[in-house]
């Protein structure tokens, strides 16, 4: 939309997409497109939005054999976005209530990796002792990322959730006190790329230069990759830059889902 509608005001949109979503969800895409297999732990409504959602996950070789299916509705979210790619959402869940701990049995799952995203943690529980590497995306500060955030590996937050987090906009100090409790660290910025700490060690790493079309999903990208990319036994600094590449070509197609880059597309972004 040209802008944000104002009080008592009517527009009309330039487009419109629907597509899945959510992060962790939208993660496991990313994973699949980038050649890896991923598969998905969560709940889905059986209206005609958990249907379409389902089958695209299918569709897309994300495999869905730990998702749980009901009769409450599915959460949806309407994203509003703007011609800089800056966009607004407003989610609805309804009755939904979040998936208890023995919802799914984990007893054949056996992940390199184990991506969180905070919005099923009595779920989470259930996975969190496992012995592999295990990150958090902690988009923004609620009991779900609090209850995890300093149990796993690596904490990959937003600038959003460090300014919440800390209580004051300062991410280098946010970073710095994160990383006290926590093995690594890493805090996106946007456009103005990404500050880490690991290991003793701290670095900034700068973002790929991108046309925003719709920033929605931008982090979801990142995540994926970021989790491809420890599963695939890279280095620190190759990780963080194939998750930042993930994350800036999201930003060039309208709607999360439709820019989560493939393999093919990601490897022209890093010049490979």
Known sequence: MAHHPGPDEKLFADALTGCGGGP??????AVARLGYRAAFAGYLGNDIHGQLHAA???NEGVDTEWLVRGDSPTPVSAVIVKPDGARTVVC?????ERLPRDAIDFTGAN?????????????????IDRPVPKVLDAGSVHAGTESLMFRVDYLVCSEKFAHQWLGTDTPKEA????????????????????IWQKAGQSGHLSAFPARAIDTTGAGDA???AFAAALAAGMGWL????????????C??????????????????????
């Open 111 to 127: 992940p390199a990796v184990l991506l969180f995203d905070g919005h099923e943690p009595p779920l989470s529980e259930a996975l």
């Open 92 to 96: 609805y869940k309804g009755s939904t």
């Open 222 to 224: 990142f995540h994926g």
């Open 175 to 194: 970073l710095q006190r994160l990383a006290e409790r926590s093995p690594a660290v890493v805090i996106t910025l946007g456009e103005r790329g990404l």
């Open 238 to 249: 190759d990780t963080l830059r194939l998750a930042s590449a993930a994350g800036a070509a």
């Open 251 to 272: 930003c060039e197609a309208l709607g999360a889902r439709p820019g989560l880059p493939d393999r093919t597309r990601l490897l022209k972004w890093l010049g490979s």
């Open 24 to 29: 962790a969800a939208n993660a496991a895409v």
């Open 56 to 58: 695209e996950l299918l």
